[in-house]
């Protein structure tokens, strides 16, 4: 008689549902990201909010947790419950160049983490004050060696892709410079204008207003093809720089333990935001570049390529965060 009436609640709905078994999502989904307000990462994120958000039915919050070179962002997404409902905007920092940067990294990037989908990648530029000697990056980098070490430049501190462009190219031609580091990207394009730097690195979505606006001179952008942003300006590669590349990469994490279905459910989602050809046209109008990398291995295999390429340069830069 019980076990009939077991069955008879369980067929009207009444009986109790095993673990994980209603449809995911069913609550708002966090999206931590691990800058500030207004970095590229966080435009990136609340550029897609609104369509994730309609595909997966739920809301999605967009969370800023800077600091710590993103550990605080990762250690708190890290330590969330495996279900699909934190996520982490991961990026070269924290997926690849902490990994070099910090001695003792309070999380790992392959074990703690799940890989979800990879959403965009955008250049950073090489930008001079307005009325700079400099107009070329030929012109800039004989004038690094015919001063070693006696010009400086800025980065948003110590180990960001800011820092590690201007390492890759003094490694490349051989030229020398001092690195100045400052608080953040802002202080530190604010040092460029002032001429308190001559030269420095910065991501073009940041920085393309001021250039347009006459603010800053863009020598040359970082990616493999110019900037839809700054069409008028060359690649390193065709200012002579050879085997220069680099990019700002962004993708979504998940704790490590997430289940592949609901992977698959937020890849699927992510895959289709980027692909719409509204979001693209409003993405690469500011300045993001969209792959299709695919399926979560597509991240995963992205993320050990990016480990191999970043930690060496960081190693050789000698920059160190402790």
Known sequence: MKALLAALLAFAGFGAMPAGA???PERPITLVVPLAAGSTADILARAVQPGLSQLLGQTVVVENRPGGGGQIAMNYVAKSAPDGYTLVLGS??????????FS???YDPTRDFVPVA??????????????SPYRSVRELVAALKAQPGKLMYSSGGNGTTHHLSAEL????????AAHIPYRGAPQGVAAVMAHEVAFAFYNTPSVSGL????????????GQARSP??????????EGVPGYVITVDLGLMAPAGTPPDVVARINAAARK?????????????????IFHDGPPSGLAAFIQADIAKWVPLVERSGAKVD
């Open 273 to 289: 935001v980027m692909d719409g050809d509204e979001q693209r046209r409003r993405l690469q109008a500011l300045g993001y570049e």
């Open 104 to 106: 003792k990294l309070s």
């Open 22 to 24: 209603a449809p995911f």
């Open 211 to 222: 250039v347009k606006e006459g603010k800053l001179r863009a020598l040359a952008v970082t």
């Open 229 to 238: 942003l700054l069409p008028d300006v060359p690649t390193m590669m065709e």
């Open 118 to 131: 990879y959403l965009a990648g955008s250049s950073n530029v090489l930008i001079v004050p307005a009325d």
């Open 169 to 176: 190219l003094l490694s490349i031609t051989g030229a020398q």
């Open 92 to 101: 070269n920092n924290t997926w690849a160049i902490n990994l070099g940067l």
